[in-house]
C-alpha cells in the first residue's frame, strides 16, 4: 500500500500529512507513505512551523523530512495520491490522467470515507485484488453519492507558508482530523479480504 501527499512546495501542508499518515499506519503492514511539491522547493527541510506541529501531533520524523518535486512516476506508483487543495489535485490529474479515481484532496476522501461502511467495503473487494485498492476504488464510488462540501474551500487544507503561526494551527486544525479519518478507512479495508 503506497499513499503520496502533495502540496505546493512540500515543506508544510504534504510532510505533515506524510508524517500523521506514516505515524498512524505504523500498524498496517506494508504501508508506506510519501511526499511531494507540484512546486516543490526541492532539498528544502520541513518548515519550523510544520516541524512543531508534527511532534505536536506525535509525529518523530519531520527532521529528516527533505522536499522532493512531484513527478509521473511517483503518481502511478502511488495506490492512492491525497492532494492538499482542489488546485493540487487538478495538477497531478492533468499530469496523469489516468489517476483521476486514485487522487483526492485529502478533506475529500475525509469526507467520503467516512459515509463508507464494512459492508460497503467488503461488496466493494474486487477477489485477487489488494484490499487498499479495492477500498480506494470503494472510496471513489462514493463522489457523486455523499453530498459535497458546504464550500469547496472545505475540501482544501489552508496554506500556511509564510503566514503567521495562527495559519499553521488553522492548517493542521483542517489536516489533523482528516489524516485520523484516512487512517482509519485504512485500517478498515486493511482487515478485508
Given amino acids: 500500500m503506497s499513499i503520496l501527499t502533495v502540496c505546493s512546495g512540500n515543506i508544510c501542508r504534504s510532510p505533515l500529512a506524510e508524517q500523521l499518515l506514516r505515524q498512524g499506519l505504523s500498524g498496517v503492514a506494508d504501508a508506506t507513505v510519501t511526499s511531494a511539491g507540484t512546486i516543490a522547493m526541492v532539498g528544502s527541510s520541513m518548515a519550523p512551523p510544520s516541524q512543531v506541529l508534527s511532534a505536536r501531533y506525535g509525529a518523530t520524523d519531520a527532521a529528516a523530512h527533505v522536499a522532493r518535486q512531484l513527478t509521473a512516476d511517483q503518481i502511478v506508483e502511488a495506490d492512492l495520491v491525497l492532494a492538499m487543495s482542489r488546485d ?106
Fill in 88 to 193: 493540487h489535485r487538478r495538477a497531478i490529474v492533468e499530469m496523469v490522467p489516468s489517476a483521476v479515481r486514485k487522487t483526492f484532496t485529502l478533506r475529500e476522501f475525509a469526507r467520503l470515507v467516512a459515509e463508507v461502511t464494512d459492508e460497503d467495503l467488503a461488496d466493494g473487494f474486487i477477489p485477487g485484488s489488494k484490499p487498499f485498492s479495492s477500498a480506494v476504488a470503494v472510496a471513489s464510488s462514493f463522489r457523486g453519492i455523499v453530498a459535497p462540501a458546504d464550500s469547496p474551500d472545505d475540501d482544501d487544507v489552508v496554506d500556511p507558508y509564510r503566514q503567521s503561526k495562527a495559519v499553521y494551527q488553522t492548517s493542521a486544525d483542517q489536516l489533523v482530523p482528516a489524516v485520523r479519518t484516512t487512517v482509519s478507512f485504512i485500517e478498515r479495508a486493511a482487515s478485508v479480504g
